[in-house]
């Protein structure tokens, strides 16, 4: 059986920033992208950044939320919105939906690999961290639109019940 395994992969040269998400992405992920999201913003020389989802066949929530805290990372830096390149049109269909059009300019063209891209090591992550990320990446998902906000309330809810909870013991 082939896994469709999520990768991060990256790329920076002469000021462009690429980063390319393929397969299954999902919250096991996050904290690559976490970390990713911290470096940009300290990224000497970064002009501009492009997200290549062209082989990513899903995208999951919390995922997405951290591609959100990506593009926050680098507003002020850039002059212009970070560009999210999307071939699969259900992941395109989701990132309008959750107003990601406001954050970054959506293109379907494909784009020329400038450079040869590294795959950006996992970065392991236990429980209590990957649930802090996840509660981080739909407050912050929940922020971009009322639409979101309606979608992610209850989990964040849950996942705010957890947590006190979790601190009690």
Do not use: W, Y
């Not at 990513?56 to 002059?79: C, R």
């Not at 929940?142 to 979101?148: A, G, P, Q």
């Amino acid at each position: 059986m082939i896994t469709n395994e999520g990768r991060v992969k990256a790329a920076f040269e002469s000021g462009v920033f690429v980063l390319k998400l393929c397969g299954d992405v999902r919250l096991t992920l996050c904290a690559t992208l976490d970390t990713q999201a911290q470096q940009l913003a300290e990224t000497p020389g970064l002009q501009s950044l492009i997200v290549d989802l062209r082989e990513a066949t899903n995208v999951d929530s919390t995922a997405l939320g951290f591609l959100a805290k990506v593009a926050m990372a680098v507003k002020d830096k850039i002059e212009h919105k970070p560009t999210i390149v999307v071939h699969h049109p259900d992941v395109q269909r989701m990132l309008e939906v959750m107003g990601f059009a406001q954050f970054f300019t959506l293109l379907e063209a494909p784009i020329t690999e400038a450079c040869a891209l590294c795959d950006l090591p996992e970065i392991p992550a236990d429980i209590e961290a990957t649930r802090q990320r996840i509660l981080e990446a739909h407050r912050i998902l929940m922020r971009m639109n009322e639409h979101n906000r309606e979608q992610f309330q209850p989990l964040v809810e849950m996942l705010e019940a957890q947590e006190a909870a979790s601190q009690h013991h």
